[in-house]
């Protein structure tokens, strides 16, 4: 018991610590791709002190929902985050939830986040909300089947089983594809959930291309101290899912000491690599227009099924 | 006020009724001989007759609480008298309809049950769309009644009784072909009642139309008798014997209904039909549940088979709640601004601060989000849909994650529909005069809204009490107990059929949910200390802002409007009216929109369909686009490919 609870205290905190990290790290791929020497990759944390410091100012429009709504979000993310493997292969709270689980209380962040957007009257965070919408509405079944695929190949539902179960090689298939299918949808998958170039913009400053930073447009102090963390960690949430879930390969699989200190740096290494390829990625391609997107995230499903296809297929 | 204490009284009875039908051992029956050929009043609790018993006090508890308050509504304009008696009779026929052991009998009092909802729906006669929608639903339901009859004289025939204890063991067992009509005709008959695609074009006519408590009624639990029905028809009379393809007819059924559902209940901008359109959501999501239990009953995977259906009564127990409890809402919001329309909200979880906290939480358990009781089930639902992988067919076991998939999609647009339900209503500014004047509603409403709000996060958080009670509805047609398999950490989690594959500990997540939040306010004050926040009006580029600058309700749907275009059909018009001055410039703006009534235009005009059709269809082949006759050449070829193959 005190093992476990110890153990998700430390999981809190590499979440809480790592996940701005990740998001410096992005902004400086990105700067050196364009030949700026860009801020430093600890940036994030000084602006989150900073923003803590401030004063908020919070509209008068606004009702309970929207001083709320920044710890639902952060709390229900953070959740999120404490259901997936992290450095350790068996999470004591893999009895929690599944992956289901874990997409529906992502979902619930979104669902508070979009009321936040329509409560300060704005026409702006409307906007955002309703793109937010849409934009969760293709991505949702994607997720869900390219996790089955995955599932499937493990008999399981369950993060931790899964990872503990690919990083002991078990019931690795033959035959990858059904895998890089999966791989590929949930990529995707990542990039509009987090909202990354080409579906959303988290550097924009032109509230008509905005989704995400449009329904939080009315935050400031505290409160966007809170949602942007809380963005950071759900960016962290994918990282892990994508590099946990396919190649878990260095997570301690025991609770000793040395397998817990290299499966901590290695998933260190993962998770940046990681950041790095979504910086990349960022400064590869344009944002597709909001109309667009759809096709993408069709392009997602279909790989999804076409992975479960392959599954049942070559298994015969 | 008498009428509804009664009735409030009977509820609370029943509840106790309910309760005692779960917990008895053997079913309870009663058995009252009439003059009439072939009829006896016989009624039987049994475990599903009490479940649903349940379900009916309570939602009927709630209803006649609020219609207390509610009813004021109506002085003046119609008979409360009148209106309290038919409410109560509308209970008993329920009531009776779910604990009927009889065919002859339970026919009577379905028909009374319909009968005495018609006449509530038409409660406010003198207006003319109220008439028509009372029209129309009671051509629909006596056509479904037609259809049940037809289903019960098959059991007849084979049987030689009305009892359905003759319909369980019939003297002669039905022929293949007849158990198949037997299936079909019950689907029909039924699932017009409970509001399948395509048989649920009455609902978002009726369910509005008729006073908020009885809208809660029959959206909460009169569909749901039709459910009852269906389990009982197939698992009970049919034996829980069924080929492949029934249970993959409901299926299918289920995932259109649920899916077609939540799409129409989008573009919904009066807030009752919205909410009739998501009870066909929810009847496809029950019916997913019980479809996938009736395909692992087929190939004898029984285990399944009780999972997949305990996922669908429990969803059913849960949509009662939620659906009665946000109907309640839609009465009050409907109560305080006299307007159903949700483009004239705006602003009220300031005014009416209780209901909006009820409504929320009703929006929050119909959206499926963790920790609510709408969220359990549905997880279970998925759960058994996963569980395909264990079916022998390759098609079942690709269509099951396929209808997962149309779930996940389905429960991200209800979240996307109750956080326009909810955010157009309650938030930002009034956006009406009405909206600006409401005032909270009396107690009476405050406490029925309430206790059903109550009900819905017990159910979400304490799953060891309500599977168990479940699965002794189930352990008859499974011939199995799954309690011990589905429950887990003595009851704090759910762990359907085997730990490796799925877990959930819906009270870990509300315990997890609380914790972190006050985690992000003790990192608040850690880092920042307690800054005061200032309150200022909202930036409105440089001018104030106004209701008119606001997101309406069918701007925040646009999107999904323009990407679902496909189905929603929908036509646009934009008439502007220029200055003289300048052609830049606007004196007037309309805009109109209205999206295609596809069933009612092509399922029920059949007669238009059929005279003006056969011109209009020639006409449509010559669509006059080249790509269009090409595709036309490439279709034939392959069908003339094909025959020559």
């Known amino acids: 018991m005190v093992q476990a609870i110890i153990l998700v205290v430390a999981q809190t905190i590499v979440l809480l610590a790592v996940s701005p990290f990740l998001v410096g790290l992005i902004r400086k791929v990105k700067a050196r791709l364009q030949l700026r020497r860009g801020a430093s990759v600890f940036q994030p944390y000084a602006d989150l002190a900073k923003l803590f410091r401030k004063q ?261 | 006020m008498i009428a509804h204490g009664l009735a409030a009284g009977a509820g609370l009875v029943g509840i106790v009724l309910g309760i005692a039908g779960l917990l008895a051992s053997a079913p309870l029956t009663l058995s009252l001989p009439s003059t009439l050929p072939f009829l006896t009043f016989a009624i039987r609790l049994d475990p599903l007759a009490a479940l649903f018993v349940l379900a009916i006090s309570l939602v009927g508890l709630a209803a006649s609480i609020y219609a207390l308050g509610y009813v004021t509504e109506f002085y003046g304009r119609a008979s409360i008298a009148v209106l309290g008696a038919l409410f109560n009779g509308f209970l008993l026929s329920m009531t009776l309809v779910v604990i009927a052991d009889n065919g002859f009998f339970f026919l009577i009092v379905w028909e009374l049950m319909s009968l005495l909802s018609y006449f509530l729906v038409v409660t406010e006669h003198e207006k003319a769309e109220v008439r028509y929608a009372g029209l129309f639903y009671l051509i629909m339901t006596h056509v479904g009644t037609a259809f049940i009859i037809l289903a019960f004289l098959i059991f007849f025939q084979a049987g030689g009784s009305f009892s359905f204890e003759a319909f369980r063991h019939p003297e002669q067992p039905l022929s293949e072909g007849m158990r198949t009509l037997a299936f079909l005709m019950a689907l029909i008959g039924f699932g017009t009642k409970a509001g399948i695609v395509p048989l649920h074009v009455w609902l978002p006519y009726a369910h509005p139309a008729a006073p908020s408590h009885i809208s809660a009624l029959m959206s909460g639990v009169m569909i749901k008798t039709a459910i009852y029905a269906l389990i009982r028809v197939y698992f009970d009379f049919l034996g829980g014997q069924f080929p492949w393809w029934w249970g993959f007819v409901v299926l299918v059924i289920g995932a259109v209904s649920a899916l077609l559902g939540v799409m129409y209940a989008l573009m919904e901008h009066d807030l009752k039909s919205l909410l009739a359109y998501h009870s066909v959501e929810n009847i496809g999501i029950i019916l997913l549940g019980i479809g996938a239990g009736m395909i692992f009953q087929t190939y004898g995977l029984t285990e399944f088979a009780a999972l997949g259906l305990l996922a669908g009564l429990y969803h059913t127990i849960n949509h009662a709640m939620f659906k009665a409890l946000l109907f309640l809402g839609a009465g009050s919001l409907l109560y305080a601004t006299h307007t159903r329309n949700m483009e004239e909200y705006g602003g009220l979880l300031r005014r009416m601060p209780w209901t909006g906290v009820f409504f929320l939480i009703g929006s929050v358990s119909i959206s499926a989000l963790p920790p609510t009781n709408g969220f359990v089930s549905e997880w279970l639902v998925f759960q058994s849909l996963f569980l395909s992988f264990h079916i022998p067919t390759v098609l079942l076991k690709l269509m099951l994650p396929l209808a997962a998939a149309m779930l996940a999609l389905t429960s991200v647009l209800a979240l996307t529909c109750f956080a326009k339900a909810f955010g157009i209503s309650f938030l930002a500014l009034p956006r009406s005069s009405h909206a600006r004047q409401a005032e909270e509603v009396p107690i009476t409403m405050r406490i029925a809204m309430g206790l059903l709000a109550v009900v819905c996060v017990l159910l979400g958080l304490a799953p060891m009490v309500v599977i168990p009670m479940l699965d002794r509805v189930v352990a008859p047609f499974a011939g199995m107990s799954i309690e011990g398999k589905v429950l887990a950490l003595d009851g704090w989690a759910l762990a359907p059929v085997n730990v490796e594959f799925s877990s959930l500990s819906p009270m870990a997540l509300a315990l997890l949910l609380i914790a972190l939040s006050a985690l992000g306010l003790l990192l608040v004050v850690a880092f920042g200390g307690l800054v005061k926040q200032r309150y200022y009006k909202t930036w409105g580029c440089g001018i104030n802002l106004t209701p008119r600058m606001e997101y309406t309700a069918t701007g925040f749907v646009q999107p999904i409007k323009r990407v679902f275009s496909t189905l929603y059909q929908p036509t646009v018009k934009l008439e502007t009216e220029l200055l003289e001055e300048s052609r830049y410039f606007a004196k007037r703006r309309r805009f109109e929109f209205h999206i295609e009534p596809v069933f009612q235009k092509y399922l029920y005009d059949p007669v238009v369909a059929f005279f003006i059709g056969m011109a209009e269809r020639l006409r449509v082949i010559q669509g006059g686009s080249l790509h269009l006759y090409l595709a036309y050449i490439f279709v034939t070829l392959i069908v003339l490919l094909l025959f020559a193959v």
């Open chain 1, 56 to 316: 908020p100012v919070v509209s008068t429009t606004t009702s309970w929902i929207f001083t709320a709504t920044p710890y639902i979000v952060f709390a229900s993310t953070l959740t999120a985050g404490l259901l997936v493997p992290i450095f350790v292969s068996s999470t004591p709270l893999n009895f929690a939830g599944n992956i289901i689980a874990l997409v529906y209380l992502l979902a619930l962040g979104t669902f508070f986040l979009m009321l936040a957007g329509l409560d300060a009257g704005s026409a702006f965070g409307g906007m955002g909300s309703s793109r937010e919408a849409i934009v969760a509405s293709l991505t949702e079944p994607a997720m869900i089947l390219s996790i089955f695929a995955i599932a499937l190949t493990k008999g399981s539902t369950n993060l931790s089983t899964i990872v503990h179960k690919t990083a002991l090689l078990e019931g690795i298939a033959t035959d990858p594809s059904p895998y890089l299918m999966a791989l590929a949808a949930l990529f995707i998958v990542a990039i509009a959930e987090t909202g990354r170039v080409p579906v959303d913009n988290p550097a924009t400053h032109l509230e008509l291309t905005m989704i995400h930073e449009a329904m939080i447009l009315e935050y400031s102090g505290r409160y966007l101290a809170l949602i942007e963390w809380a963005a950071g960690l759900k960016l962290l949430v994918f990282l892990t899912l994508i590099a946990n879930v396919f190649a878990p390969w260095g997570i301690a699989t025991s609770l000793e000491p040395a397998a817990l200190s290299i499966g901590l740096a290695i998933y260190l290494v993962k998770v940046s690599g990681l950041a790095v390829l979504f910086g990349v990625i960022e400064s590869m391609f344009a944002k597709l227009r909001l109309f667009r997107v759809t096709d993408l995230l069709g392009v997602a499903f279909i790989l999804a099924l076409l992975g479960l296809v392959f599954f049942y297929v070559l298994r015969g």
